[in-house]
């Protein structure tokens, strides 16, 4: 199957029961807030009967449904079971610690995909510009994700995350690439805890090598995405 098509069939699932209950994690500002209520009127379009169905899904019948000839590992497996397991959860950080967890990531666990950067913090030059991404987009992060906790088992330490999604206003907010891909939690920015960016860049290197997915070393940091947009963007 390709890539687009199965994006696109993972967003069909993950819109029908996306939420702004991110209250568990952090204070959300004013203009997020907004987006929780628009978000919340979408997910009260659903009706009970249509959630309970999804939830009484098991991974084959998501696998059987997008016409699989067998059954499927990698990457597009690992994103089936995490769908099927977020279906029957109810807030949006156990959804996400759900999807998370079937991933099979050895050294990052979901908050730090949610890390939402240095200067959203209170008092910092673009507080409360950043939100969490929407459960649409969640799909995206997970080949970037597979690939960094491939580059910390290289490594051999420890690795800080200090960028993941990025809404358009706080990306706009930090002067940050008008297409890039941290709006479309496809991209993370990271430091090593101890190892220098020269060491770090290494491991990245020999992990990626010369495939299509973007690397970049900056002064302090490293960049990696896996060049994936939601259908659309």
């Known amino acids: 199957m390709a890539d687009e098509q199965f994006v696109a069939y993972m967003l069909s699932l993950t819109s029908e029961k996306e939420s702004a209950d991110s209250s568990a994690l952090s204070t959300q500002s004013a203009e997020e807030s907004t987006d929780a209520e628009e978000d919340k009127e979408q997910s009260e379009n659903i009706s009970p009967g249509d959630i309970d169905a999804h939830a009484s899904r098991t991974v084959a019948d998501i696998v059987a449904e997008y016409g699989f000839e067998k059954p499927q590992t990698g990457i ?19 959804r996400f610690v759900e999807f998370v967890s079937k991933l099979g990531l050895q050294h990052f666990k979901a908050s730090e995909l949610l890390y939402m950067g240095g200067k959203n913090g209170t008092g910092a030059a673009c507080a409360g ?8 987009h969640w799909p995206m992060i997970v080949p970037t994700v597979l690939l960094l906790d491939k580059i910390r088992t290289k490594l051999g330490t420890g690795i800080r ?20 891909f941290h709006m479309e939690f496809n991209a993370v920015d990271f430091q090593g805890h101890s190892a220098p960016v020269s060491s770090l860049f290494s491991a990245v290197t ?14 302090t940091f490293v960049h990696l995405d896996t060049r994936r947009r939601l259908p659309g963007s």
């Open 76 to 94: 597009e497996q690992s994103v089936a079971e995490a769908i099927a397991s977020v279906l029957t959860a109810t807030s949006y950080e156990q």
């Open 129 to 136: 510009k950043n939100k969490l991404p929407s459960e649409a």
């Open 161 to 180: 995350i200090t960028s993941a999604y990025r809404s358009k206003s706080y990306n706009t907010c930090i002067d940050g690439e008008s297409r890039s």
């Open 206 to 219: 020999q992990v990626v090598g010369t495939t299509t997915h973007y690397k970049k070393r900056y002064g």
